[in-house]
């Protein structure tokens, strides 16, 4: 039997890779998982590599020590991503999965293999004031959760799942609510931000900040829907278009 190596810890494949394609690298949302993005895998093969991070400390990983912020995920990644790839690859990222895929292009340009392009969602620009605050304790943060609306949030009010999910959402809500940006060179590659219109954490204002991180092009999408617009099956269609459309561009 082959050895587990961390990349197969850290990264998830759910379509069989053409070999020739783009790669995709997508970041899942405080307390999400890399089965959240199972969806635009599908939809994007076989003409790009989609690979999901799997955080510690759920799923398959449950019983590994999570990591606490958003730099240490974003160090943790880069250095699977580095030690993985020889071109560089497109980062997408939801919600606190969009500070880690920021935060991770920026250590991989450091590093010299780059990123194609950033693709960023739910998520407000790194110099806006954070949408997630500080909880004191789990019905607080039940309540939070709750509030930005989506599919899954049901699923805290059962005790037994609750005792599952509710360590990775703590600790990623913790990181997302702590996530400090600390000033540097910029982004070089294009820039995508999306939006869902009704979104209560992110306004339109706050999202075309991110046009601040890069010297590349800016383009942004809003979509009808909450924090968790993307889960409609309508709209995530519609962001594997743009989302192919980036890779293509970026390829050129």
């Known amino acids: 039997m082959a050895a587990v190596t961390d990349g197969d810890k850290w990264l998830r494949r759910f379509r069989p890779a053409a070999g020739t ?5 997508c970041f899942p949302h ?4 890399a089965s959240f993005y199972r969806g635009v895998a599908k939809r994007l093969a076989p003409a790009a590599e989609v690979l999901a991070v799997q955080y510690p400390g759920r799923q398959d990983r449950l019983s590994e020590p999570m990591i606490p912020d ?3 995920m974003a160090e943790r990644v880069a250095e699977i991503l580095a030690s993985t790839f020889d071109e560089p690859p497109a980062l997408f990222g939801h919600s606190m999965g969009a500070s ?20 960023v969602s739910g998520r407000r620009a790194p110099r806006s ?24 949030p049901e699923v805290l009010d059962h005790p037994e799942i609750a005792e599952l999910v509710l360590p990775a959402l703590r600790n ?15 982004l070089t590659c294009p820039l995508v931000a999306l939006s869902g219109d009704a ?14 991180h890069t010297t590349g092009p800016y383009t942004r999408h809003v979509y009808p829907g909450d924090h968790f617009y993307l889960a409609e099956p309508e709209v995530e269609a519609e962001i594997c278009r743009v989302l192919a459309e980036t890779l293509t561009a970026a390829g050129r």
């Open 21 to 25: 394609g783009p790669r995709l690298v």
């Open 30 to 33: 405080a307390g999400g998982a």
């Open 70 to 72: 958003v730099q240490g």
């Open 100 to 119: 880690v895929a920021f935060e991770t292009a920026r250590l991989l340009d450091k590093q010299g293999l780059g990123v194609s392009a950033v693709i």
């Open 129 to 152: 004031p954070l949408a997630h605050r500080p909880v004191g304790n789990d019905k607080e943060l039940i309540a939070a959760a709750k509030a930005l609306g989506g599919p899954g």
């Open 172 to 186: 990623d809500w913790h990181a997302a609510a702590t996530y400090t940006y600390r000033e540097g060179p910029d």
């Open 199 to 212: 979104d209560p954490a992110v306004d339109l204002g706050q999202l075309d900040r991110w046009a601040e």
